[in-house]
């Protein structure tokens, strides 16, 4: 079904589904000493249900801005933010995102990590159990559920914050550079096992990364931010079948034409 | 499935459990040698053989046998009351003022100057007030007590309160917690550590002011003994107070930090 879907017309698979994020005209300005600074201005763009969206562009163009305004953490100044047809107005579990650092409550077990957003949900303790435990097994970390963050590695804590989040099923998954800081191998490791998790939950994702191979290889579409005030400079589709091979020569010349726009603005 | 490593062999964990001993046991032979050598007068410096007997007296005696037998259990429960009521009052204030301070830049203002200003007060400045207000006994000593255990709890609550990783309470937000449970669940354990500190000075201090609030005239408690003793002229006895007092104060320290372990995981397991 989902295979099918996914070769219609050699279209991503999210082509035909319906928006689930929809950003029209987004400004943000921050007030700094002696006047304004604009982060970006006028963007808009959107996510369908269950595309893979990669953002990228230079450091400061504004990246981590957007994402912290989709997540409800920043207000936009104008401009509006919708999540499925409704508009944005603080944090909510229908959002949510893997920061950069490390984010994870350092007194809580890697079990209770995860566990963290569910009690709210009127679950039973079994079942809490049950599906923590299933997170855990997805990313790999069955046997460390009982560490605690600081007993385990950098890219295992990324593992406890993509399960944390994701055992919550929200509508759209945002990762601001989530990978950054691990090791070439891990890396690509933790790349699998997101785009494995993406298929396997259906989930819609804003992907921000300086990386361009790592966009190239893992999104449905690419969005390119240009800094200072940021704005899309382009927004170009990935139709590469998956897996992907980040030397395949299809996805070279992709990271040819994407580092040629970065570099030249055009 | 990982793999644990092992514990440190036992000999040697049982060799550092013994370690704080050792400064005590130096300093007790220090104090033989110079009562041995005569170096000073027997009246002015007893030594730990009298000091000894004078204590076990204190303890376990027979109260009819004389002024200070077997008055302990009955001093150190007066005191460890004092010492307890004015913490835990100073806790009960303190530690909300100060969260609230670290957190909201408007509570800081309205509170800083004011509590910084006190704070440069001497405690010892407010002891003729407290005679005046509360008379010698029991709420002028709670009263000071709670008085300078205030300043370090609050501080430190409003430091640990003020440096919590943003990042996690966001963190909270996006997972859908509320106002409540983004207190108690993220921003007091991440400020735990601090607030440990806090109450650990606290109930230092709180000592340490307890034996100044005992030493205006009460009948009962560690510092009114170690006053009475002064005015018999009774050396090993107030030497006798000043150990006990360190015994006590050392175990309530332990106490604390082991009860603030046992009751929170944020305590238990510090990074
Ligand atoms: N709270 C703030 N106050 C003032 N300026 C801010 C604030 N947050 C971000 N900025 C500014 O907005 C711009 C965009 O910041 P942002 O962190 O979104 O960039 P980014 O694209 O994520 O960069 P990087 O790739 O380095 O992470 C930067 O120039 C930054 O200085
Ligand atoms: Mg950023």
Redesign the interface.
Known sequence: MKANLKLIGGLPRAEKSPKVLDLTAVSKVFPISGGFFTAFENLTFSARTGEFLAVTGPSGCGKSTLLKII???LKADAGKVLISGSPVK????D???V?Q?D??????TVEENVA??LF?RGLVKKKIKERVAHFLELVGLA??GR??P?EISGGMRQRVALA??LV?EPLVLLMDEPFASLDMQTRQEMQDLTVSLWKELDQTIVFVTHDVVEACSLADRVLIMKGAPGRIQDDIPVNLPRPRSVDSPALLRLKAKIRQKLATGL | MPVFSQSPPNAKKGARLLLPLALPLIVIIAWFAVCTLNLAPEYLFPGPAQVGATGYNYIFGDPVQGPYSGRFLEDAITSLGRVFGGFLLAVAVGLPLGVLSGRISIAQELMGTFINALRAVPGICWLPLALVWFGIGTKTTIFLVALAAFFPIYINSAAGARQVNPLLLQAGAMMGVNRLRAVFGILLPAAMGHIVSGLRLGLGIAWAYLVLGELTGVQRGLGAVIMDARMLGRIDMIVVGIILIAIMGRASDRFLTGGMRSLFKSARRAP
Request: net charge positive; with cysteine.
């Open positions: 997540a409800g953490f603080g944090p909510g579990a959002r949510c995102m920061f650092e984010a994870l409550f350092p007194w809580l963290f957003g709210r046997p460390f560490y605690l600081g944390r989040v919550l």
